[in-house]
């Protein structure tokens, strides 16, 4: 069954890079901080409407939960807000591999650690050799 | 000033994944769907903030904007609800590579096409073996991870 995680996440990255071409043009309409409002606050309507409908898990964890598991919103505002920033500056082509890499090597330390209470899993030499593999891909794209 | 760019941007990929293992760890407790919907809302409450302050373009211009170019909406909450799922399920590195994986497939393939009105860059044999590449990565990822789980179960 675990596969079948494997196929969403290759779905949401598919999904990322549509959203992220689209985006990029109602962004030359309203504005790119205007872009990444709407797509949050639109989001949080689609979303009310799954909770109400079909939402079996208890939203009322958010007073009980330490604060640090609510900053998950936060940090993907800091995440936007650093490439609609950056691209005009260095391109698109190494905004996507600073931020890769980021991603990659904080995924490795994170896991590493079991860090932000994710289930600890050693670093091991097949780990690194995807890592390096992803590396040489960015490469050979841009 | 554009290396100070690069670390910023290489800040906001760490954020991204502090994101996913936060995200992970809250819907374990909260549900998926939850989750999704909290970091929706507060992504736009602090974007409400940003907006008021910096914001240079004109949001009202949403409701002249093309249906297509809004309904990618859709596309961000089915990313979010996928990686919530997926990182409970597989953990974080192992969602970072595949959403990756999946997110350079479809990029080159838009370029390739010029989709969205993108820059046509044609699929060339530097960017086939890209791919190749990212193939791999992905086995080895599914390798290391089914090696650490076997581990930590023995």
């Known amino acids: 069954m675990r596969y079948i995680a494997y196929i969403f996440a290759l779905f949401a990255g598919v ?16 504005g790119k901080l205007e872009t990444s409002f709407y ?17 079996k898990g208890k ?15 936060a940090l993907g ?8 920033i950056s691209v005009p500056f260095v391109g698109v082509g190494i905004t996507m591999v600073a931020v890769i890499l980021g991603q990659l090597l904080m995924s490795m330390v994170i896991e590493h650690y079991g860090w ?6 050693k670093i091991n030499k097949e780990k690194i050799f995807a890592v390096i593999s992803m590396v040489i891909a960015l490469i050979l794209v841009n | 000033m554009s290396i100070f760019m690069i670390l910023f941007t290489l800040l906001g990929g760490i954020t991204l994944s502090a994101q996913s293992a936060i995200n992970g760890t809250f819907s374990r407790k909260a549900g998926t769907i939850e989750t999704t919907f909290l970091t929706f809302l507060t992504g736009s409450m602090f974007l409400a903030i940003l ?9 009202f211009a949403i409701f002249k904007a093309p249906v297509w170019q809004l309904s990618a909406v859709f596309l961000g909450v089915l990313f979010l609800l996928f990686n919530v799922f997926a990182v409970q399920k597989i953990g974080v590195i192992a969602t970072s590579i595949t959403v990756i994986t999946g997110q350079l497939m479809i ?23 890209a791919l190749l ?22």
């Open chain 2, 51 to 59: 907006i008021l302050f910096f914001g240079q373009g004109d949001i």
């Open chain 1, 59 to 73: 939203i009322s964890h958010v007073v009980e939960a330490p604060k640090w598991t609510l900053l998950g919103g």
């Open chain 1, 39 to 55: 797509n949050f606050f639109m989001g949080s309507i689609i979303l009310g409407l799954l909770w109400i409908f079909f939402g």
């Open chain 1, 15 to 30: 999904a990322l890079s549509f959203e992220g071409a689209i985006y990029a043009e109602l962004g030359k309409n309203i």
């Open chain 2, 133 to 154: 590449f990212m193939i791999i990565a992905l086995y080895f990822i599914y390798k290391g991870n089914k090696r650490s789980h076997e581990e930590a179960t023995e």
């Open chain 1, 77 to 84: 505002v800091v995440y936007l807000t650093a490439i609609v």
């Open chain 1, 116 to 121: 932000l209470g994710s289930k600890k899993a």
């Open chain 2, 107 to 129: 990029g080159v393939v838009i370029d390739h096409f010029g989709w969205f009105n993108s820059l046509i860059i044609t699929l060339d044999m530097k960017r086939l073996l």
